[in-house]
């Protein structure tokens, strides 16, 4: 079958092959062995750059683990990724996150067209750590993983007593699902009420504009570290790229 797929990762495989990581709008997530890629030009036009977008052809392998990735012409190469480390730092997380949060062979067309439209801006716009934010709801959204930041995660404004959620102090809680107001609290820590508006506003915001929206330094390093505890309330092992982007950060790029 062919199915348009973006490169999540690829590590060489003995002398000639590839395996190869694919997030396929019609497949999901999936394993590829793909023969010969270091030396065919042919099969594998553009090559298997990470978070290129193509066609690719696989084919089901019987008893085996992998399938074969047979071709995989590009055609989003995303060539500016590879010119500027704060883009590459920002595509290697998102094709981390999706890796990691997306189930194998789940198919997921709204993440795949949300990844390919954030790939478009890293590539066209640079790096921005708004866009970044709005990438990560979006992403847990679309998998159903999104935190409650609008009301309380537990009573749904329900203890409020007639107050609004703007009169209600919130505490941040990934076990029970996100911001839980204080009268339903039983652990978590204090969210500020700027970085819980920060992250409403985000949550509300398309990515192509999401660079408007420029948050102050620590509130956007608050809503960072806030997103990044659901994330990893819902994957195994560390983030690899996260320590990457924060190396990108100190040299003073975004995160």
Not at 83 to 96: G, I, L, T, W
């Amino acid at each position: 079958m062919t199915t348009t797929a973006i490169v999540l990762r690829a590590v060489n495989y003995g002398e000639a092959d590839r395996i190869v990581t694919l997030f396929g709008r019609d497949t999901g997530r999936l394993s590829a062995l793909a023969r010969g890629a270091r030396k065919s030009q042919r099969r594998f036009a553009g090559g298997l750059s990470l978070c290129a977008l193509g066609s690719a052809a696989i084919r089901e392998r019987a008893g085996a683990e992998l399938v074969t990735l047979e071709r995989f012409d590009a055609t989003e190469s995303h060539a500016a990724l590879g010119s500027d480390v704060a883009r590459m730092a920002h595509a290697a997380y998102a094709a981390e996150l999706v890796g990691k949060l997306c189930a194998p062979r789940q198919v997921e067309p709204a993440v795949f067209d949300w990844m390919a439209a954030f790939l478009r801006f890293l590539d066209g716009d640079g790096a921005s750590a708004e866009r970044l934010r709005v990438f990560e709801i979006g992403l847990l959204s679309g998998l159903g993983f999104g935190p409650v930041l609008d009301t309380c995660a537990v009573c749904g404004g329900g203890n409020f007593a007639g107050r609004t959620a703007a009169e209600i102090a919130f505490r941040w809680d990934p076990d029970r699902g996100g911001a839980v107001c204080t009268l339903c609290a039983r652990g978590g820590r204090p969210v500020p009420a700027a970085v819980r508006e920060a992250l409403i506003r985000l949550s509300r915001t398309a990515l192509g504009d999401a660079a408007a929206q420029a948050l102050p330094t620590d509130v956007n390093r608050d809503c960072r570290e806030a997103l990044l505890e659901i994330i990893t309330h819902h994957v195994s092992g560390p983030l690899k790229s996260v320590e990457f982007i924060a190396k990108v950060a100190r040299a003073g790029g975004q995160q």
